[in-house]
T-cell receptor
Framework: QKEVEQNSGPLSVPEGAIASLNCTYS??????FFWYRQYSGKSPELIMF????GDKEDGRFTAQLNKASQYVSLLIRDSQPSDSATYLC????????????FGSGTRLLVRP | GAVVSQHPSRVICKSGTSVKIECRSL??????MFWYRQFPKKSLMLMAT?????????EQGVEKDKFLINHASLTLSTLTVTSAHPEDSSFYIC????????????????FGSGTQLSVL
């Protein structure tokens, strides 16, 4: 089992729709969870982070964390073509709180 | 946000040569820097962690004599791929942050723009 798993996609949604990206992780000791956006050939940029169970909203983005089920998700409301990118889920490693393990990413395509 | 400069952005070299990649934090002092490599459509794989003034810590399976990391100052870390071979071709990314530890430290983790290495 991979430490951080994501569906590679592509996830295709029409402009204006809600895009839902999911991520599961294997280490129950993980404490911090991050979502990054990466455009092709570019470096990742931080979108959201979440530490506690429940929802965390920031503009059009909502991160959801369920530690009991070991999943974290990212919702993007009112999706725009500019949101088309690969979204990486990252989770801290149990052996070292400051090192992140990245999923392989989900490619999102927002159709105009 | 903070800026991390990485260069070169792209390098093509012959097999057997060494390539140096620089990573600079431009407007903050980076206590800790990380080096990753990323294959197409794959996740970022952490190669090593370097703290200023101490030796880099390499992840399992990463050859420290192959990938030399130097973190000589609070604003500069370098990765040298020695005797590069075609299988070393990859996208290399550095990241930097102020704090050494704590799970909140990654809120202030900034990435360089990446280096695409192609070894012929």
């Amino acid at each position: 089992q991979k430490e951080v798993e994501q569906n590679s996609g592509p996830l295709s949604v029409p402009e204006g729709a809600i895009a839902s990206l999911n991520c599961t992780y294997s280490d129950r000791g993980s404490q911090s969870f991050f979502w990054y956006r990466q455009y092709s050939g570019k470096s990742p940029e931080l979108i959201m982070f979440i530490y506690s169970n429940g929802d965390k909203e920031d503009g059009r983005f909502t991160a959801q964390l369920n530690k009991a089920s070991q999943y974290v998700s990212l919702l993007i409301r009112d999706s725009q073509p500019s949101d088309s990118a690969t979204y990486l889920c990252a989770v801290n490693r149990k052996d070292s709180s400051y090192k992140l393990i990245f999923g392989s990413g989900t490619r999102l395509l927002v159709r105009p | 946000g903070a800026v991390v400069s990485q260069h070169p952005s792209r390098v093509i070299c012959k097999s057997g040569t060494s390539v140096k990649i620089e990573c600079r934090s431009l407007d903050f002092q980076a206590t800790t820097m990380f080096w990753y490599r990323q294959f197409p459509k794959k996740s970022l794989m952490l190669m090593a962690t370097s703290n200023e003034g101490s030796k880099a810590t390499y992840e399992q399976g990463v050859e420290k004599d192959k990938f030399l990391i130097n973190h000589a100052s609070l604003t500069l870390s370098t990765l040298t791929v020695t005797s590069a071979h075609p299988e070393d071709s990859s996208f290399y990314i550095c990241s930097a942050r102020v704090a050494r530890g704590g799970f909140r430290a990654n809120e202030k983790l900034f990435f360089g723009s990446g280096t695409q290495l192609s070894v012929l």
